[in-house]
């Protein structure tokens, strides 16, 4: 039974009368202090206006009188117990409560966003720092034969150049090595230009044509240490399973490592083409400038080597690793700062 106050016309003449108005849902009684009431009628024979944003409602009488009322909750009980304007009622809910369901609606996308722009990363990186190295090992050396079939050729450099590279490498990774199994890697390719590639258990692969645009040693060991971080902070993983994005979350959620396996086919194509995020660049930048300022030689190897590659490869259009062109100009002036800010 409901019960709420409304204003009776009898429908003949324009006065109105206070009345209270109740239903069990089966018939309506109007009472009040007029002549003729109360009134009893079957629910089913009175007509319920439709709703019109938050104007007042009115219940039109077989009598050919009508009642009105602002109490809109209870008119939308009555309109429930006859069963009428259900999707009105609806679009009506919805229409008075806008603020309610502009309110949903950016919660809905801020928790889109915050899944997308921080929950992903965070589980990438979870997942990336949880992998064995056997099978970063086996990732590595499947990418490796991935690049080598379709995008390397051996390295045509001298022996003499070469051996003098392994052993550059070999004193930079004294310093940085903190357990991955470093291996410098030469390769020639004219498709990927001047470029290097850091695979996830630390197989750093050089072009001859990188060999051949660096100047001298230092802008050599300033990529070389740009590339290990890329590797000490897992990058290459991290990128992988950022990709992967929700099908990563599923596959780890349901233990399937086989999964992350066949994942990884797709790493070559992600070192090769979409590169890394510019948080990665600028993370390895940061410590590879780092470690240049140690070493007394400033960050200048690595702004001058990225200059240059900027400069000479304007026909290769696949952003990869080293070759990230609209954002050179920010990096070199980030590693000026950086090289400001250690040196104070
Ligand atoms: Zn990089």
């Known amino acids: 039974m409901i019960e709420f106050k409304g204003t ?43 709703p019109l944003g938050r104007t007042r409602r009115s219940i039109l009488l077989p009598n050919g009188g009508r009642c009105d009322t602002a109490d809109l909750r209870a008119f939308g009980k009555l309109e429930s117990l006859k069963g009428d304007n259900r999707i009105l009622r609806l679009v009506n809910f919805f229409e008075s409560r806008w603020r309610l369901v502009v309110g949903c609606l950016a919660g809905l996308i801020a928790c889109v966003w915050m899944f997308t722009a921080h929950g992903i990363p965070f589980a990438a990186k979870k997942v990336a720092y949880s992998l064995p190295p056997e099978t970063m090992e086996s990732v590595s050396e499947r990418t490796l034969q991935a690049l080598d079939d379709g995008f390397f050729k051996p ?4 022996q003499k150049k070469a051996d003098h590279l392994q052993n550059i490498f070999r004193q930079l990774i004294a310093d940085v090595d903190s357990g991955f199994h470093y291996r410098l890697v030469l390769r020639s390719s004219p498709r990927a230009g001047p470029n290097a590639f850091a695979l996830p258990s630390g197989i750093i692969v050089m072009t001859d044509e990188l060999v051949k645009l660096a100047e001298n040693d230092r802008e050599l060991i300033a990529i070389l240490v740009h590339e290990t971080a890329h590797v000490e902070n ?70 001058t080597v990225l200059q240059r590659l900027s400069e000479k490869q304007p026909e290769f259009s696949g952003p990869a690793a080293m070759s990230t062109h609209p954002q050179t100009r920010k990096r070199i002036s980030y590693l000026q700062d950086l090289e400001a800010s250690l040196t104070r």
């Not at 006065?15 to 209270?20: E, F, L, M, T």
């Not at 390295?155 to 001298?158: N, Q, T, V, Y």
């Open 234 to 303: 897992r990058h290459g993983l991290r990128m992988l399973f950022q990709n992967t994005g929700v099908f990563l979350l599923i596959s780890v959620l349901a233990g399937d490592v086989a999964s992350i396996t066949s994942i990884a086919a797709t790493l070559p194509t992600i070192l090769v083409e979409s590169g890394y995020s510019r948080q990665f660049e600028r993370e390895a930048d940061l410590a590879a400038g780092m470690i240049l300022v140690g070493k007394g030689w400033g960050t200048r190897p690595l702004q």
């Open 8 to 50: 009776y016309f009898d429908g003949r003449s324009s006065k109105a009368y206070a009345v209270s108005i109740q239903s069990d849902g089966q018939r309506i009684r109007i009472a009040g202090n007029a002549d003729g009431l109360p009134l009893l009628f079957p629910l089913g024979k009175c007509r319920l206006t439709p």
């Open 155 to 158: 390295s045509a450099l001298s």
